[in-house]
């Protein structure tokens, strides 16, 4: 199964949960302060830290069952997540920033936690968004980190001549790879 852009899937849920912890946040402080107006700024930021914790939460526990639901086979659900595309939503990259670092950090026991496979990243690169010097670039450095410790992401590029581009190109739609 392979599950496109997750990140601008779960992005309208993070700012949900942002404004949701701010809100709560705000109520909180006037309740206790009597009234008082809060920094809303700092609030946001902490609200924001809070909602992304629960965020990582979330996805490792995906990684958890994804790795360790096996079948009666002994095979493991083949999972693909696609990312990295959507820059126009600041939580989309927030959400790709989270799947990066969740699958970097590993599964297991503290000591010995290892990368696992599924669900699979891949890595959807846009010449004009993560190319060196672009608005984007620490996103994809991020990816290469991730990779460079646990093999994924794989990386599509959106920004050559292959089919899967040149369809991206023309209808702006990305051809996402099987899971």
């Known amino acids: 199964m392979t599950i496109p852009e997750v990140d601008k ?3 309208p849920y993070l700012e949900k949960t942002h404004k949701l912890l ?6 909180d402080i006037q309740f206790s302060t009597g009234g008082v107006i809060p920094d809303y700024k700092r609030l946001s930021k902490r609200a924001l830290e809070r909602a992304i914790t629960k965020l990582n939460d979330g996805l490792q526990g995906i990684e958890y069952k994804a790795n360790s639901v096996g079948s009666s086979r002994g095979d493991y659900p083949f999972i693909t997540f696609t990312l990295g595309e959507d820059t126009n939503n600041p939580y989309s990259v927030l959400v790709a920033e989270a799947i990066l670092r969740v ?8 000591g010995k936690k290892k990368c696992v496979l599924f669900p699979k ?17 620490h996103l994809y450095d991020r990816a290469i980190e991730c990779s460079a410790k646990c093999m994924y992401p794989d990386y599509l590029s959106l920004s050559g001549e292959s089919y899967v581009s040149k369809t991206y190109k023309k209808y702006g739609k990305v051809i996402s790879p099987m899971g």
């Open 9 to 11: 899937i779960l992005a």
């Open 22 to 27: 701010l809100k709560e946040m705000i109520e």
């Open 103 to 110: 699958r970097k950090k590993g599964q297991g026991k503290k």
């Open 121 to 137: 990243l891949v890595f959807l690169y846009v010449e004009e968004k993560h190319g060196e010097g672009k608005p984007f670039e």
